[in-house]
């Protein structure tokens, strides 16, 4: 998902403007991403709430690092998917119904 999220931004991105402050330093990057809605809603959204779903993923990989690392009480592996999607549903992502 976030390989596709990161396509989509590459493919809508039309053009990006550089320009220097007054005093000629420092840099300001402007993206304008254009999509043609509905049809491209997904996309859309994907490119829109990119850093929420990036955010989603680091926190549950620090969830699944540390019970590699320090040990888990899952009896088993329905109880692990459980804890992970009750996690998802936690962070109110809307792409979890």
Given at each position: ?97
């Amino acid at each position: 998902m976030l390989h596709r999220a990161i396509s989509i931004i590459a493919y809508h991105v039309l053009r990006i403007n550089i320009e220097k402050n007054e005093k000629g330093e420092g840099v300001l990057m402007q993206i304008v991403l254009k999509f043609n809605l509905p049809g491209d809603k997904d996309d859309e959204t994907l490119a829109r709430r990119g850093k929420e779903f990036w955010k989603c993923l680091f926190e549950l990989n620090k969830d699944v690092l540390s019970w590699i690392r320090h040990g888990h009480n899952f009896k088993s592996a329905d109880d692990l998917l459980v804890e992970m999607r009750d996690r998802l549903v936690e962070m109110d992502l809307d792409c979890v119904e």
